[in-house]
């Protein structure tokens, strides 16, 4: 039974996106009796929306208003609107994603204790370590079902695809090669089915057998009575009083109505872009430089992984199409050893593309055509890939911002992504693309292509938390340093990238912010 | 004389025989095409016509070159796109005068290289090269993105490809090889 609540109820918690974090708030809030609203951007999504249509789902989910990529990557020039590939639309990128549920090292909580000083980066550690989310980490792999020890689910089965990566990787010497963790059922478990073997997880899961707030979180917030989800609502401000403290939020409804939902407390949950612009354009005469910000902080440090993509032509049929789109995991440069020329850690994540995709990101860009790129699509079948996916240094230069005279069909001001290499991300991509050809050649591909990097899925750091108020933008509860009853509940908190894909750190988070909120709320201290 | 020559070896790069080309000027030819585009089973139907005979098959040629598949497809899928852009044109002014100009700088390139007409440039890639003069045009990536799509996220074409589509309705792959691999 769905809550109607007022727009006057300041009792309640406002929770901008409904993605990992957002979707993962509302459901922990309402399970402890907590109100709140959800606002999400985009529309009402479900099952019966998806397809195994690459374009198709991508025109349909994807987060397409007007943006800008800008800095020294290739995007830049090959894709100038879409700095990243994110969702907009009910459960957020839970409907994107692949399901990669590995946790961070212990070492990737404490990249400026391992590490010290690396020249051009703005590294720090976390206020949190890998001991002190352990717990979290595992009610969160509950909640999602992961694959492994701690659900008891077994590893999804390996794909041929998968099989030739491992191989491969056997073949020159690596040794930690996993089907998992994946937030794919193995078997029926939480009223969902076990995986199929269908592909296009990043079109959204049809039969719902990954997992995603989507069909999970959110539909269970609703249930509980305690939760509202209000789509095609944009979040336009915060507002805050007098003291200081926020009071709710000014949004535009699917009407393009602006309405004024009042608040106890406001988490701000729209993705490492989405976030820091709120709060940047959340600027008062209190606050000039934008809600949460007198580090200077918010909007800066944004990371995306450094990644890329290597696809090669195999001696005999691979279809790498059938069965799930990351089928398996090779982690033996995941650690930290600055002997190989960078710091931080990679992993190699066997990826399908399909025929459509492929053909647009084999060579990106205006010059992707011609006989080099025709030829290697009539192999299609005979391909096999991976997606390379590895520690981002924070650095102050790669940010968020907003455009000085363009504003979007909200009326806000449009969002500029910068985004340049540093010196570790080359070298790191570098010894991956050079490790990979070793995978190939042993596997006897004489048609190797190194992709550089999509644009980003994951996204993070633009409101990093800190020790320190003076170096970030949120405590370790990721609640702001400047405004006790404002918190970021998304990717945008992480201090480093770490290696691992985000999400089960994203929800892992939450479900401990959750704990925190509930706990200041029956103190009366917010 | 060096200049001489190199301006013979690249004459002779042009092809001299009749070609479809000199077809489409010829007059019989050309009353032929204007009885089959009238004819109710034709697949054109009237689109672009505006465009000289010689301007659709330079258009045609370049598509073909841009994601060549010579063994694999016929000229359908790439007819297709250059229909649907002609079509654009008749109806969009500026796409009509950016397709024409296009064409004019492509041939220009081509006169100044080959001292021949694009079409008549033999040699694939040499094509490919005179299409990487103005691949960061508008025209061109018009062109492109459209044949991008109109060839790659063509479902009637993908088995051509290898590549399956959709196929949750089939359930998957559980139970239809996905993990049969064979040949290491």
């Known amino acids: 039974m769905a809550a109607k609540i007022d727009l006057n109820d300041d009792s309640v918690v406002v929770i901008v996106g409904s993605g990992a974090g957002g979707g993962t708030m509302a459901n922990e809030l309402a399970k402890k009796g907590i109100k709140s609203v959800v606002l999400e951007a985009g529309r009402t999504l479900s099952v019966d929306d998806i397809e195994n249509d690459e374009w198709a789902m991508f025109s349909k989910i994807s987060w397409l208003d007007k943006r800008y990529s800008a800095g020294g990557w290739h995007g830049a020039r090959n894709h100038p609107n879409l700095p990243a590939w994110i969702v907009k639309g009910l459960g957020g990128s839970t409907v994107h994603w692949a399901g990669v549920s590995l946790r961070y090292q212990a070492h990737e909580f404490k990249m400026y204790t391992t590490n010290g000083d690396v020249i051009g980066a703005n590294v720090l550690d976390w206020p949190i370590t890998l001991e002190e989310l352990t717990p979290y980490y595992d009610k969160a792999e509950l909640k999602m079902g992961v694959t492994g020890d701690i659900t008891g689910m077994p590893h999804l089965p390996w794909s041929a695809d998968f099989k030739v990566l491992a191989e491969g990787a056997r073949r020159i010497g690596y040794k930690k090669i996993v089907a998992g963790p994946m937030a794919i059922n193995s078997v029926p478990r939480d009223d969902r089915p076990a995986c199929q073997q269908i592909g296009f997880c990043m079109q959204g899961c049809k039969i719902a057998a990954k997992w995603s707030t989507l069909y999970t979180e959110l539909p269970q917030a609703v249930d509980s009575g305690n939760c509202e989800i209000r789509t095609n609502c944009m979040v336009l401000k915060i507002e805050h009083d007098k003291a200081g403290k926020v009071t709710g939020v000014v949004y535009a409804d699917a009407n393009g109505k602006q309405q004024r939902q009042k608040a106890r407390i406001v988490c701000v949950a729209g993705n490492s872009i989405e976030s820091p612009r709120l709060l940047l354009n959340s600027a008062s005469s209190m606050f000039p430089d934008g809600l949460a910000n007198s580090s200077g902080q918010v909007g800066k440090n944004y990371m995306t992984h450094m990644t890329a993509g290597v696809y090669a032509v195999m001696p005999g049929e691979v279809h790498m199409n059938r069965g799930t789109a990351v089928a398996g995991i090779v982690r033996d440069e995941a650690h930290n050893d600055t002997k190989r020329g960078f710091v931080g850690g990679y992993t190699l994540e066997k990826l399908a593309l399909g025929l459509p995709f492929l053909s647009a990101f084999l060579e990106p860009g205006p010059t992707g055509w011609g006989r080099r790129v025709a030829s290697a699509m009539e192999k299609y079948k005979y391909m096999s890939g991976v997606w390379i996916c590895g520690e981002d240094l924070p650095q102050t230069q790669n940010r968020i911002e907003l455009h000085a005279t363009e504003k979007d069909q909200y009326g806000l001001p449009v969002p500029i992504v910068y985004k340049t290499d540093h010196p570790n991300d080359t070298n790191m991509r570098g010894h991956a693309y050079r490790q990979m050809e070793m995978i190939y050649d042993s596997l006897g591909s004489r048609e190797i292509y190194n992709l550089p990097a999509y644009p980003a899925s994951h996204n993070m750091g633009t409101n990093r938390m800190s020790e320190k108020a003076r170096d970030g933008v949120v405590n370790k509860w990721g609640q702001s340093h400047d405004i006790k009853n404002l918190f970021v509940s998304d990717g945008s908190q992480f201090t480093s990238s770490g290696s691992p894909n985000p999400t089960l750190t994203i929800v892992a988070l939450a479900i401990r912010q959750a704990e925190y909120l509930s706990d200041q709320l029956k103190k009366g201290e917010i | 004389m060096l200049y001489d020559l190199a301006q013979l070896i690249r004459k002779s790069r042009c092809a001299v025989a009749p070609t479809r080309r000199g077809l489409l000027k010829s007059a019989a ?156």
């Not at chain 2, 089973?41 to 672009?48: C, P, Q």
């Not at chain 2, 359908?76 to 852009?85: E, F, G, K, N, S």
């Open chain 2, 29 to 184: 030819f050309v009353a032929l095409a204007a009885g089959s585009t009238s004819h109710p089973l034709s697949r054109v139907a009237i689109a672009g016509t505006s465009f000289s005979a010689e301007q659709k098959e330079t258009l045609l040629r370049m598509a073909r070159d841009i994601y060549p598949h010579e063994t694999l497809l016929d000229d359908r899928p790439y007819q297709a796109v250059i229909d649907a852009l002609l079509s654009e044109a008749e109806a969009d002014s500026k796409v009509e005068a950016l397709v024409t100009s296009g064409l004019a700088e492509l041939q220009s390139h081509a006169n100044a290289t080959y001292k021949c007409a694009y079409l008549d440039v033999k040699d694939a890639d040499e094509r490919e090269a005179l299409l990487r003069t103005i691949q960061m045009t508008d025209f061109f990536q018009k062109v492109r993105g459209a044949l991008l799509m109109g060839i790659y996220n063509n479902k009637s074409l993908w088995s051509r490809f290898g590549y399956d589509g959709s196929s949750w309705e089939k359930g998957g792959y559980i139970d239809r090889g996905f993990d049969k691999i064979d040949w290491f």
